[in-house]
């Protein structure tokens, strides 16, 4: 990657890249954060191409962000990232930092999903910056991405508030061409004593709220003025507000309309807005989710149109704003489609993600589902152990909800099933502890699966407490599982090898049978990262395979059946090329047909 | 291309398939041209054996990171069944590139009723003949394996592209170059020329028609027989079946829990070390 060191040359950047790029040409000298898509690639980039300042993974959202006002306060300019739930998590401390106030700048970068690509809900972030009051910016392209940290920082600390820089999926993983600019020294300060600022006891913090709202009216005021927020005249017949990612689709499909380009949508500069629409026959606003700038408009009497065209839910795509102007009839209706532009009908192949080959988080989820056990599942790869064959996950809601939920479905009496709540290494580490000290405290009768591959698997590969690396890769203190849960008073804390079939089922049979919190660990590293594992793979013999239909229950992507038949079912194949060789189909074979192949080099021999 | 215009290329497979390698490569050489270029792909849980897709858009100037529906200049699938999901993308008269190398997903292997078929797309290749236009199928894997590595299959791909794309054999060896370990070098410029010189249409002859897949007949549920005195409470016929079908009772005996989903593959009968189990 060449964006550590260029200076005015064009590089093709994602939007995160640029972001940490950004981050590296404004000074910023604490950057903290936890890992989620879209948001992840922000601090590894930055991690790489800044080796001086402090970048590092928390154990979560909320630990991050107070991390990163602690940053502040030092008088270090500071980044802090997340995926949009992480800022659930780091609400707490935001809707407060917003009264105190930060003292070098505060960049909050927070990554929505719209259209939930990986993520378990879209819910729309540009919503907390109202909440909290403080500014909030939309970038719409990988530059702009890089310039807004900048301009961020410059906000944050002329107005003293933490700022949200709000990208999206679509802007996060998107790449463009992006000029570099110099890398700055930050403006040096120091950490300065002030008790009645940051110490929100109620006496100081209703003064601080009314801080709050001076500071507000003074944004708003900057709003109108700033070069982010740009009116790009063009027909008098149609104008168009809109933001982010949104702004490049508007500009596609409409070329010829007025936009009103917002790149600082909170507060918004009604001012402009208002001689905006008086400037066009029709106004419409363009923005993904919810309603946000449109409603600000309705409330200050402005008449646009929006959401009536411009779907609430899921991703916008300049087929959809395309479709929204052609039913708002401000585009012609497409022409029918003629017999030569109609294209075979597709034939839609279900093809989920999978676990996989290999998975060490497989077995575990195999023997829950021969238990009949009651999954309560968490936030990771695991979650995929939802998809049939495993189909073993009955519930999935939020980063570290298993184990509380756990407790409630047992206390709740929902089941003479055993209770079971499965959490990843990292996840665990997220916000899987105070649910575990409820479980032991309360006295209840569940069982927990921690699947520690010892990595944050589903968002790539990152670093966390108990792998004893840190982001930069250096070696820090590991903290053990195993060890936390024997501290916090569990009782029975067992770990066992995923691979070792009937060990984890005795392990678990063990398990929930113990008569209050027991606690499973399984122990096996992803087969992925950091470095993929991989063993000479394994074929079938078919004349053996009875077509028991057993290794299928695996889920493995790398078995599939052939047109071969035994007794009506299918026999299965395994395929060389994506079988890391884990054994664990030939375990569970029951005729012995699953066997190393015999010459790797020799490829499909028989 | 004429000046002012996009050029769209829509790259989809697999997870694990390298589109997004491939698609990183595209970008680099259009760069490399002097193009302005946006490109937007998915990460994170879609990757993970699921569906695969990197828009690549290339011109003076981009705006949109994304290709409509029937905009697309070249829809490159890495895999059959994704170049008939994202055909709608091709523009007509666009050029449609795919392996021919089927991904059967475990999701497509769930009908356990008696000679049930795949639950992949049929006559695969006669759909895609059927596309308008341009079609260049080959098979991949086949070729890279030939070269002695079928990893480099993506670089037969490209190679493939090549043509399509205006830039010069130079600029794709070297972006190639770029992305991959030097040991690896050589055999990626030989999948590249490999794709590179396929000609298109190949003389293949319409393969015979697929013979009417058989229906799946249904199952007649099986009537397994537990001796409740014979049964000693091992549950080692529980624990062995692949569909679930067993469960130990309150008083340690092997009992029937859903005889509707057996699919009489015999394990429990077989495997009772007390002959207490029979299906009939």
Sequence with gaps: MAIDNAVATRVLLSGNEAIARGAMESGIRVATGYPGTPSTEILETLAHIDTEGYVAWSPNEKVALDVGVGGALAGSRTLVTMKHVGLNVAADTLMSVAYTGVRAALVIVCADDPGVHSSQNEQDNRIYARFAAIPLLEPSDSQEAKDFVGQACEISERFDTPVILRTTTRLSHSKGMVEMGEVVAAPAKTYQREPSKYVLVPSNARVRHEKVLERLAQLEEFSEQTPLNRWEKGSASVGVITSGVCYQYVKEVLPEASVLKLGFTYPLPMQTVREFAASVERLFVVEELEPVLEDQCKAGGIAVEGKTFFSRLGELTPERVKEGFQKAGVLSAPPPPTEASKLPVSQNLFRPPALCPGCPHTIPYLVLKKMNALVVGDIGCYTLAVYEPLAAIETTLAMGCSIGMAIGLQKGGATSRPVVATIGDSTFFHSGIPPLIDAVYNGARITVLILDNHTTAMTGGQDHAGTGHNLRGEISRTIEIAKVCKALGVEQVQVVDPYDVPAVFRTLKAAVSHDGVSVVITNRPCVVSPAPIRSAPYEVAAPACNACQKCMNLGCPSITWTDEFHEGQHKVTIDPGTCIGCAVCALLCPTEAIVPLPDVSAGRSQ | ?280
């Excluded at chain 2, 595209?26 to 897709?53: I, N, P, T």
């Excluded at chain 2, 596309?131 to 493939?160: C, I, M, Y």
């Excluded at chain 2, 590179?196 to 897949?213: G, K, S, W, Y």
């Design chain 2, 1 to 280: 291309m004429e000046n002012g215009q996009v050029q769209n290329v829509l790259i989809v497979g697999v997870g694990g398939q390298g589109v997004l390698t491939a698609s990183d490569i595209l970008a680099s050489v259009c760069l490399a041209s002097g193009y302005d270029v946006k490109k937007s792909e998915v990460h994170g849980m879609a990757k993970r054996g699921g569906v695969v897709y990197t828009h690549v858009r290339y011109g003076r100037k981009v705006l949109s990171p994304l290709i409509e529906p029937g905009a697309s200049d070249v829809l490159l699938a890495f895999e059959p069944a994704e170049a008939l999901r994202w055909s709608k993308y091709l523009k007509p008269g666009g050029t449609l590139i795919t392996n021919l190398g089927q991904r059967v997903p475990p999701a497509s292997c769930l009908d356990r009723r008696p000679q049930a078929a795949v639950c992949y797309p049929q006559e695969i290749q006669r759909s895609l003949r059927q596309q308008r236009g341009d079609v260049r199928a080959l098979d991949a894997e086949s070729l890279a394996t030939e070269l002695g590595n079928p990893k480099v299959s993506n670089t037969v791909l490209l190679g493939v592209l090549s043509n399509v794309c205006e830039f010069s054999a130079e600029d794709w060896t070297n972006a190639i170059e770029r992305s991959v370990k030097p040991q690896a070098r050589e055999v990626n410029r030989r999948a590249f020329l490999a794709g590179r010189n396929l000609q298109f249409p190949a003389a293949e002859e319409e393969p015979a028609a697929a013979p009417a897949q058989e229906a799946a007949a249904s199952l007649a549920i099986a009537d397994i027989e537990i001796r409740e005195t014979w049964c000693k409470g091992c549950e080692i016929c529980v624990v062995v079946c692949p569909q679930n079908c067993l469960k130990m009772n309150d008083a340690r005996k092997a009992v029937v829990a859903d005889a509707s989903s057996c699919i009489r593959c015999m394990l429990c009968e077989w495997l009772c070390p007390d002959l207490a189990v029979n299906v009939h």
